[in-house]
């Protein structure tokens, strides 16, 4: 599987990420690092993370995930995840992390969410 | 014809945690284990070693990671040794703690637990923290 893989598109003043590939430690979770702070750069503080391509993620791609909601909420930002596979969703299980995100199977109701 | 057990020494570096993972699945499919063990494993596997190579050796490639399987009436066994400075694995921060969920690491040995049946820490006479882990057939 390749690594992370990130395309970028915009709904109204959302911005969604396709997420693909792996977030682990090494390249993809410093793909997700960068791409999170280039669109704070850029103004951009209502982020929904798809990962409904991401086939695997580790420890480290666990906390790059807290890291970016962490540095969203700095900036007065909202980030939510979209389309968790089971195992990422039994991952945040385990971590209790489904507890501090916002999480959503459908992305019309993950987008009314921001209104 | 099963191979009984195996051992690997790689160097302290990040595409190192791909190599054992890659190795331990190829190992462990020998015991017929299904498709969610074989990930439960390779998770495992990832973190310790990815916890040897950080935390344990710091990255220093001077230093190895030491590995090795076995098959066995339990299982499969797993051991593996970094060459660093040793660490109580008790002092560790519980990271599903209120305190610790929004830190960004921590959570490696919490996912090790999770995903095997026994995960032991000791520290090595002559230095380092070995991992022992087992997943029950």
Redesign the interface.
């Known amino acids: 599987m390749a690594e992370l893989n990130l395309t970028e598109r915009q709904a109204g003043d959302v911005t969604i990420l396709d997420m693909s590939g792996k977030v682990?430690?090494?390249e993809g979770s410093v793909a997700l690092r960068t791409t999170i702070r280039r669109l704070l750069g850029d103004g951009k503080k209502k982020i929904l993370l798809n990962l409904g391509g991401v086939g695997y993620i580790?420890?480290?791609g666990?906390?790059?995930l807290?890291?970016s909601?962490?540095a969203v909420n700095k900036e007065d930002g909202t980030l939510k995840l979209l389309n968790l596979t089971q195992?990422i969703q039994d991952?945040l299980a385990?971590?209790?992390?489904l507890?501090?995100f916002d999480v959503y199977d459908s992305e019309s109701d993950a987008l009314s969410s921001f209104e | 014809m099963k191979i009984e057990t195996k051992e690997l020494s790689l160097p302290s570096r990040i595409e190192s945690v791909e190599k054992a993972a890659v190795e331990a699945e190829m190992f462990a499919k020998q015991s017929g284990f299904a498709e969610d063990e074989l990930h439960s494993i390779d998770m495992a596997v990832r973190e310790a070693v990815a916890n040897a190579v950080k935390h344990g050796n710091k990255l220093d490639e001077t230093k190895k990671v030491e590995i090795a399987f076995k098959h066995s009436t339990h299982g499969f066994e797993l051991v593996i040794r970094d060459f660093g400075e040793g660490f109580a694995v008790d002092e560790v921060p519980d990271p599903t703690n209120p305190e610790n969920l929004l830190k960004a690491d921590g959570r490696g040995i919490l996912f090790m637990r999770a995903f095997m049946d026994r995960v032991e820490w000791f520290n090595h006479d002559e230095g380092g923290i070995i991992v022992k882990m087992l997943k029950k057939h």
Do not use: A, R, Y
């Open positions: 682990t430690l090494g580790d420890s480290s666990i906390g790059e807290v890291s909601f962490t195992k991952l385990i971590t209790k992390l507890t501090v």
